[in-house]
């Protein structure tokens, strides 16, 4: 070896040793931007409300069967853009705003949609020199022409207003001038050698330096800025960020524009962010960010960037509920802000619009760096009438195996073969069920993925046999940034083919991550994401098996010596797209990859299993998402609530948090109380940092280890109606996990509550997030309902507070009186040994005496059920009646699970006989119950009936 390449190596150690150790301190929030540092943030900020240069070219609007096209002009620059607004079916309306002509082409995102929307008709109504009138449904649009604005409609109530505002921006591509070329550089070197003589100071230092006045110098070089004209900066086409410096060749291209919610009292989503489920005025503060970062220990209550971006929001009141979908993958930020919605409107339009008393306008700004500017609005007018238009336009969530939805452990990393045994042998002794070992990037040789550390995992193969053997599977993580190492593989097949994102000068984008000097995989090219396919093949991915799942980390992308911890934005994909452009887009395009690759592995019979940390509209359709590097700290677990049910809401219903946090140690009753809010949240998943105390259940003493057992065996009791609400959101778009105000839309006193949500329509949980709590307040909506806590000793009426015990065995869980939930009682090591086990139906009476419910079968591993072969059951219980029938005539599912106990809450009377009669009435029988009476709880034994098949069961007074 020569001494450059042990250089090399030593490097690339060291740089390893020093992000683990920068991991384990809090976050440096000096290394990710503020809007100040963003030159199209501050510019589009700077922007006066009310002056818009935008209107309609006067005789420019053509009709069309669905869609009007329009040109509108710059006052100020005389640039000419085009409009397209597009009726949809499903009440949605999409516009699009672009240039005619431009000197580069604009990015418009691909294969997020997961088809070309289908059109709707319209009817014009009116038409003046001022003002266009169309009607769809029951909504109605109003564009005005000087300026332009665009009024979407409900019942002839505007719900959404864009423009009014005036904060329209769309900066055109322009060829750059050679005194601005010059100019910005002698900025840029002037700027970097004030910046490189200038010694950095200490903390300490700031903090004793912090009231001091400023040297003369200082204050000289501050009134210059103020007399330079602002355009000096705009028209540089060069912008650093401490030591990084981004070339933007092809200057300022931003978009910008205002989009008003008018009657509503809250909006939500865009995620990720750590922050509250109903979003915050940014008045004064920094706007929400939508910008993939790696982001270690993230702070908490603010908008700072995150893993991932879904550039999505939702608008609710006690009337209705809309959606606002921004179609943009560069860097976006939003400003929000609120006002008495009366007071705002023009008097123009209040012919259309009769405010409430006191009813809230809520003004947002996007703001992004490129593109175009291409936005759906979905008019509702119910939550999951938006939640079915979303989905319409980018797809339900994915249905995922069986295993997935039940309990994963992991760690940074189990150390060898060894290590994986004995901890799968553990949990058999301690009676713990998990479906999924996961193994961390030290499993790999060298950080070389797709390969394995021989010394540690001499026989991969037979590790994972061995699990199988036991109904288990594994996970490996698989990252897109790539060793440059000749004799891996993957590299010199990537580097030899041209298929990784390119530096700014052409040559393959070098930086740095785990491996070392990396090159990242460019999945924006379709024949590269077909061979990165190609990998997860057996023949392929050596050590590999047909149970092994993947796991997509660090996909944001992450680069550890590149500004904000990414790429740089001058860096290019394929077709000649700048980083900029598209780089919230990366980890959808990898997930996308590799879910692929491992469906064609299956030849395309299995559904697979991806995790990814970074996401974007539409990653629901390729598997789950986690929250990042959260920390075993109490606020953590607290805010993983808001980030799920925010997540919920806008699509992506398959998420959940690393369970224990993922840095630091926590102690006994955090963790009980983190598996317990895990258990009632869809992905299920203990995770831990490399320098963190290990933490399987069966280190910790008795009491603690029991109870975490406990909340991992209730996960697995629930699995089938986990499994029927996925199947739902599968169809349908609705959230897995909700806020309560998606199912009582016009209870205000749900608007902003975070800490206690449904799963589906029928479990109500408020989880312990603070430390040493003994009672809880859980509010239970709706006053004509009944709520059931669990396991079901007590009712209690809706539409009140109720003050709880909260010991360290439970957690508030409530059913909701009308519901049926199917169970399975009998937990066993794992989800796929539970496949033929009997059912038990918990029915939970409402002020009726009726309940109903519903429950989706398939083999929970295969595609067979898009080739029909589920059922998919309802479940009523009216006049003391039980009965199931199929949903789906034809569909067909055979199965040996048969009802072993139905416990019905609720029941005074104790029924003198029970008979069941199968599907073809000729057979009945009577069944043994026991009633008792100080709970109301009838418990029936045995119908042994066949779950896939039509049933009734009778109850005599």
Known sequence: MTDFHIFVRFRSVVCVLILIVCSSLAIDMSKFKKCEDSSFCKRNQAIPLGQSPYSVVPGSIKFSDSAIDVQIINSKTNVVLSLQVIVLQHNTVRFKIN??????????????????????????VKETDDQV???????????????????????????????????????????????????GSLFSYFSSEKKDEEPEKSSEEDENNEEEPKDEEENAEEDSK??????????????????????????????????????????????????????????????????????????????????????????????KTVGVFWLNAAETWIDISTEDAKKNMLDSLMSYFSAEENSQQIDTHWMSESGIIDVFVMLGPKPHDVFQQYAALTGPATLPPMFAIAYHQCRWNYNDQDDVISVDANFDKHDIPYDVLWLDIEHTDGKRYMTWDTHKFPNPEEMQNKLAAKGRRMVTIVDPHIKRDDDYHIHREASSKGYYVKNKDGGDYEGWCWPGSSSWIDFFNPEVRDWWASKFALD???????????????????????PEITMHKDAVHYGGWENRDVHNLYGFYNQMSTYNGLKRRSSDKERPFVLSRAFFAGTQRYGAIWTGDNIAEWSHLKMSLPMMLTLGVTGMQFSGADVGGFFQNPDGELLVRWYQTGAYLPFFRAHAHLDTKRREPWLFE???????????????????????????????????????????????????????????????????????????????????????????????????????????????????????????????RCSSLMTDDPY????????????????????????????????????????????????????????????????ILGMSQNPSQIVVTDKDGSKKRQLEHEHDPASYRLTIKKPAVNMAEDWNIVLYA
Do not use: C
């Open 133 to 183: 009138h169309v009607k769809f449904n029951n909504n109605g649009l109003i564009i005005t022409m000087r300026p332009l604005r665009l009024d979407f409609l409900i019942d002839n109530q505007i719900a959404v207003s864009v423009n009014s505002k005036g904060l329209m921006n769309f900066e055109h591509y322009q060829a750059r001038k050679a005194s601005d070329s010059l100019l």
């Open 702 to 828: 008795d009491k603690y280890k029991n109870l975490m057992r406990e909340a991992i065996r209730h996960r697995y009791a629930l699995l089938p109606f986990w499994y029927t609400l996925f199947h739902e959101a599968s169809q349908s778009g609705s959230p897995v996990v909700a806020p309560l105000w998606v199912e009582y839309p016009e209870d205000k006193t749900t608007f902003t509550m975070e800490d206690q949500y449904l799963l589906g329509r029928d479990l109500l949980i408020k989880p312990v997030t603070t430390q040493g709590q003994a009672t809880l307040d859980v509010y239970l909506p709706d006053k004509d309902q009944l709520w059931y806590d669990l396991p079901g000793n007590k009712f209690h009426l809706g539409g009140q507070t109720i003050h709880v015990a909260t010991p360290l065995n439970m957690i508030p869980v409530f059913q909701r009186g009308g519901s049926i939930i199917p169970r399975k009682e009998r937990i066993r």
């Open 226 to 319: 103020e007399d330079e004209p602002k355009e000096e900066e705009e028209q540089s086409w060069e912008e650093s960020f401490h030591e990084h410096k981004d070339s933007r060749p092809k200057g300022p291209s931003s978009v910008g524009l205002d989009i008003s919610f008018l009657g509503f009292d809250n909006v939500y989503g865009i995620p990720e962010h750590a922050d509250s489920l109903a979003l915050k005025s940014t008045m004064g503060k920094e706007p929400y960010r939508l910008f993939n970062l790696d982001v270690f220990e993230y702070d908490l209550n603010n908008g700072m960037a995150l893993y991932g971006s879904i550039p999505y929001m939702l608008a609710h009141s006690v009337n």
């Open 540 to 562: 392929q991915y050596k050590g590999s098996t047909p149970t092994l799942s993947v796991w997509n980390d660090m996909n944001e992308m992450s680069v550890f010596n590149g």
């Open 840 to 903: 038990t139906l918990a029915v939970a009476l409402n002020k009726k005496g009726e309940a109903e419910g519903k429950l989706y079968m398939d083999d929970g591993i295969s595609f067979d059920y898009q080739k029909g072969k589920y059922e998919y059951r309802e479940i009523t219980f009216k006049r003391g009646k039980l009965e199931s029938k199929t949903l789906d005539p034809s569909a067909h599912y055979e199965t040996k699970s048969w009802l072993e106990r139905i416990v």
């Open 99 to 124: 240039e005619i002509n431009p000197i580069h082409p604009r990015y418009e995102v691909q294969d997020v949609l997961v088809k070309q929307p289908s059109h709707s008709s319209y009817e014009k």
